[in-house]
């Protein structure tokens, strides 16, 4: 819907005609222009310096001068450090699950009486990425708590399914990133002593070096978790997750507090992953771009739509 952006970068305002896409190609082309134009300039004041080098002990002095003046004119244009950081974000697994990552059948879960899944059944086979999708609440993470609540290595909780049946696979190992962040992270310590919890044989420096890769630079890990912010919680529950290599994820809308640099990377390294994925989300670009099968949730019923999103609107009436 924008005709404008205004990007805040490089310690000053620009504003753009267009959209975002539109503003994102304006700025790489700038700077692509003027890196270009450096290296031309680079170039010559190479050439221009090697020549005052040689002849300007000689009798050549005025053209060594005229250079000289030629180099000062090519002096390139500084170009300043972006404000805009992008984490990098790369899931590995430890081992791959089985084939068969999990079954179940005729799960039920009702809230105050009324039923949000009702008799759900199906499987779910390794590599495959669900999209979890559907107005807010129709019940995507009610489902997920369902599917959490005998997982492997996450404590058992039986009031989350009400009945049906849960078997998971052989060798499973689960990345749960919830919805909500509230106690998700213990208060009264930081953010590097926190991860450091999930490996304790692993070195201090390694720790600092996935929190350097999620944007905790130097002394940001050292920061209280108590005064974490929205998206520094998130990235440091991301931090956990690859800390721990799990070939499962379950991703509770994990875009809700990240930027859109955080979101294009965590995007990317969905893509990427060669395990097995459940998320909900509402960030359409994940939807289309992760997402082989499609879990839609509406009116107290899930569509199970075994391929990816566009193929799945695609098959609507209407």
């Not at 050549?60 to 001068?65: D, E, P």
């Not at 089985?98 to 009702?118: C, H, M, N, W, Y």
């Not at 696979?169 to 009264?188: E, L, M």
């Not at 994940?286 to 899930?302: A, S």
């Amino acid at each position: 819907m924008c005709t404008h952006i205004a990007d805040i970068d490089y310690q000053t305002i620009i504003t753009y005609p267009g959209g975002y896409d539109d503003m994102v190609l304006a700025k790489t082309q700038v700077r692509a222009r003027i890196e270009a134009d450096n290296a031309q300039r680079e170039k010559k004041i190479a050439q221009l310096s090697d020549f005052i080098a040689r002849f300007s002990a000689g009798t050549r002095a005025s053209q060594v001068g005229s250079r000289r003046k030629e180099v000062e004119r090519l002096q390139t244009t500084d170009l300043a450090r972006s404000n805009i950081q992008r984490p990098y974000i790369r899931f590995k697994m430890s081992r791959p699950s089985g084939v068969t990552v999990l079954e179940f059948d005729a799960l039920a879960k009702a809230q105050g009486g009324r039923p949000i899944v009702s008799a759900f059944s199906g499987e779910i086979r390794r590599g495959e990425k669900i999209v979890l999708v559907g107005r807010n609440g129709q019940g995507k993470t009610t489902m997920l708590k369902a599917l959490l609540s005998d997982a492997p290595g996450l404590p058992a909780s039986t009031a989350d399914l009400d009945s049906g049946t849960l078997k998971w696979g052989h060798g499973v190992s689960i990345g749960y990133f919830p919805q909500d962040h509230t106690g998700a992270i213990d208060k009264g310590t930081t953010a590097v002593e926190w991860l450091h919890q999930f490996a304790p044989d692993l070195p201090r420096q390694d720790i600092r070096g996935l929190l350097g890769q999620m944007l905790f630079s130097g002394e940001e890990g050292m920061k209280p978790t108590e005064a974490l912010s929205g998206g520094e919680t998130a990235r440091l529950l991301l931090c956990r997750i690859l800390l721990q290599k799990p070939n499962v994820l379950i991703l509770d809308e994990p875009t809700n507090h990240l930027d859109l640099e955080a979101i294009n990377a965590l995007n990317v390294a969905l893509q990427e992953f060669e395990g097995t994925i459940l998320v909900v989300t509402h960030d359409q670009d994940l939807i289309e771009e992760v997402g082989t099968r499609v879990w839609h949730f509406e009116h107290g019923e899930i569509r199970d739509f075994k391929g990816p999103y566009e193929e799945y609107a695609a098959s609507l009436p209407g």
